[in-house]
């Protein structure tokens, strides 16, 4: 049946021409959303099925986006990346996704293989790549982007990381803790989790305090490494009254096993998250995080993605803002 499905019965029940038919399937990103949808609402409906290769060979185009992600395994990157394939899709892009495990050789060699499969545009996530694969992507003669942080070597569309956990930070210190420890995720290559471990240096410096060493502990990003995390925390002759958790899963686990171990949350400690992950809300109690809008995030990294395969200039670094969500799981102080 797909093989009986023109281009001319496509633009006859969409209501246009069959030049818009082609524009809207070679290049989406020059015709009016409304006219894109109408079009792809009468693709969907005949199931047509376009020569790809010759679209791409028409256009110079193979309307896909690769997006090179840390890890496939985090609902965090799961819905930015949700976002981004959602606007993409309405715009006629499909999005190709991978992931490398923070490991940037791997990077590389994903980045390199989707280069050669013709994308039209790349999306990797932070500022910590491979001295290669910058120089790779500078060479590259079409748009690639980083979101989660901003470098200035790329467009950039994230979050001020230092600032995210200096306000987490300052909110236990509003509650009157001293001894505050953190629970961070790796910070080999990962520039996110290094930027808020600093954010919470800074936040103690400016109220005369240091983090001590001996009350931050680098984890995997889950609920494990949250559950060890406070296990080495409470160890120390002198433990926290709060922690600091570099996402909402190492909180969550911090959480549950402090309540394993019989202390209570946030009578004699308090603990935040950051990501406003959905547990957050769910467990008992509530989990204080910051919210990283993440599916703005992903919209509006797709649309800049847009923009720039249509040769539009974009903003070189967008800062997204971000709140303190407070919940149970923080309180005053113990005296």
Known sequence: MNQRITIE???RVAGVSTATVSRVLSKPEVVRAS??????????QLDYQPDAAARALASGRTHTVG???PTLDHAIFARSTQAMQTTLARAGYQLLVASHDYD??????VVRVLQQRGVDALVLVGTDHAPGLWKALQAWEKPSLLTWSCDARLPSIGFDNEAAARLATEHLLGLGHRRIGVISGLTSHNDRARSRIEGVRQALKKAGLKLSPNLLTEQVFNLDGGRSG???????RQPPTAIFCGNDLLATGALLEAQRMGIKVPRQLSICGIDNHELSAAINPGLTTIHLPTQDLGHITANAVLSAIAGEAIAAQSLLPFELVV?????????
């Open 230 to 236: 406070l296990r080495a925390l409470m160890a120390v």
């Open 104 to 109: 940037p050789a791997i990077e590389f060699e």
């Open 35 to 44: 006219t894109r949808e109408q079009v792809m609402s009468a693709v969907r």
């Open 67 to 69: 997006c090179v992600i």
């Open 327 to 335: 919940r149970g799981s923080t309180g005053a102080a113990p005296k």
């Open 9 to 11: 019965d496509v633009a």
